[in-house]
């Protein structure tokens, strides 16, 4: 069972540049959201081809690949950022810069049913921590790449920001 105060956060929960994740959370309950939205995210990327993972939008972007390693990464990222805050660590975190890390990703030598795989499994890691969180943990703040967030704002950021890339890739490249 979630938490009573997994309702949507405030704006003033998370850095401004954080609004569209938030945003694009639909309302209920965010558990199903995580699940609903995550089973969407890896049936996309599973029905894609090498060809189709080595695409990019335009020169200079990303492949459809690396963009989908980048919401695995960022998915760890925001959830090891929920749990730092969420177990009262007083220290900051610092932030990371998500263009440096896809050379390093190996994004170009994987399948899509790998990629699949490793998002499943790192969301259904997600769903566990969110759904354990104690009620006083959601109100927890702490400062994350030299901004103020709660634990509430990093929960709903995570399904948001994997929402936000799932609608980008039916956008570009259809279902």
């Known amino acids: 069972m979630i938490a ?12 401004p540049y954080f609004a569209g994740y ?27 081809t090498a060809a ?21 990464d960022t998915e760890r990222v925001f959830t090891f950022r929920l749990l730092w805050i969420a177990r009262g660590a007083p220290d900051p ?11 390093g990703s190996g994004a170009a030598c994987r399948a ?20 354990a969180l104690p009620p006083e943990a959601w109100d927890h703040r702490g400062v994350a790449g030299g901004g103020a967030v709660t634990v509430r704002a990093l929960a709903w950021m995570t399904a948001g920001h994997a929402l936000h890339h799932l609608h980008l890739f039916r956008d570009q490249w259809g279902d």
């Open 93 to 103: 975190l610092p932030g990371f810069d998500q263009d440096a890390w896809v050379p």
């Open 4 to 15: 009573p105060d997994a309702r949507r956060p405030d704006p003033s929960e998370a850095p």
């Open 112 to 131: 899509a049913a790998d990629l699949a795989e490793e998002f499943t499994t790192v969301r259904a890691a997600t769903r566990a921590l969110v759904a």
């Open 22 to 48: 938030l945003a694009t959370v639909p309302d209920g309950s965010l558990l199903e959201t995580l699940r609903g939205a995550g089973d969407a995210l890896t049936a996309w990327i599973a029905r894609r």
């Open 52 to 72: 189709q993972l080595a695409e990019r939008p335009a020169p200079g972007k990303w492949t459809v690949g690396e963009a989908m390693q980048h919401v695995i």
